[in-house]
DNA sequence: CTAAAACCTGACGTTGACGTCAGAGGCAAG
DNA sequence: CTTGCCTCTGACGTCAACGTCAGGTTTTAG
């Protein structure tokens, strides 16, 4: 025993993580781009993953749909998948989170004036 | 008296407007040039504005900042000021209503996300 | 009167996360 | 073998709400 880590991990290629995530082969590609994903290649140049780069690449969407850029998701994944963090790491997420919650009670503002848009043309038939 | 409604309004200029809408310049022609805004013109050309229009200013910037589109706004303004509808109208209100809804679903599960993050690198000094 | 500040009309530049097209391989099935 | 689907690397296109620059007129402060 004490082999080296065997790691019979089923690899799978791009596009069954695109389909997994719901997104498309040229975002996964992009994603690597930016250097929030990496993949080891087959002989022949394909690339391979192990199937929770999935779970990976929904966290990306996510983020991404928060509003975080390419490079802010970069310097949070290794928070993310280490659990490790410096002062400036802390300080960008609580910064970001700042950013998002203020989005989130903007969005409840407008919410807030279409419904009144809604409820008084509603009333006016 | 019945004077053809003299509408001794103070008239304003553009820049009195951004400002106290809290916009560029540059944007508040962009609004009328996507049809959202309306100017009266001073003899040599100059964009006239009643104080109002900082009102509807600071609402066209809210929609905008709830992800609606200029054709969208452009869509909606005659609901807000005027409070009557047709049936293709309420369904886009409903439909944008949704839409930010969801939204914010998915700003809030983003924030969840970093929270969790947060609170372990937190906990992890 | 004059200089600064504000305004005008074009019109090109920016940003970010991809879409899309071109051209060239790779890979299992029949 | 070859048909058809998947993948590769560039590289240009997109979309939307403005930013910004150029070159000229207008209004205002002193």
Same mark, same amino acid.
């Given at each position: ?20 995530? !719901? ?6 590609? =992009?994603?690597?781009?930016? !250097? ?6 087959? %002989?022949? !140049?394909?690339?391979? =993953? ?11 969407? +996510?983020? =991404?749909?928060? !509003? ?9 994944? %290794? ?9 400036? +790491? ?34 006016? %038939?």
């Amino acid at each position: 025993m004490t082999v080296t880590q065997a790691a019979d991990e089923r690899l799978v290629r791009i596009g069954e993580v695109a389909r997994g995530a !719901g997104v498309s082969v040229r975002a996964v590609r =992009y994603y690597e781009q930016q !250097g929030l994903l990496v993949a080891e290649r087959s %002989p022949s !140049g394909q690339r391979l =993953y192990r199937q929770d780069a999935v779970t990976l690449v929904r966290f990306i969407q +996510q983020m =991404y749909a928060a !509003g975080l850029t390419s490079q802010r998701i970069a310097e949070l994944l %290794p928070c993310w998948d280490s659990g490790h963090t410096d002062d400036r +790491q802390r300080a960008m997420l609580r910064a970001e989170r700042a950013r998002i919650q203020a989005k989130v009670d903007d969005l409840q503002a407008a919410l807030d004036r279409l419904d009144e848009v809604i409820e008084i043309t509603d009333t006016h %038939p």
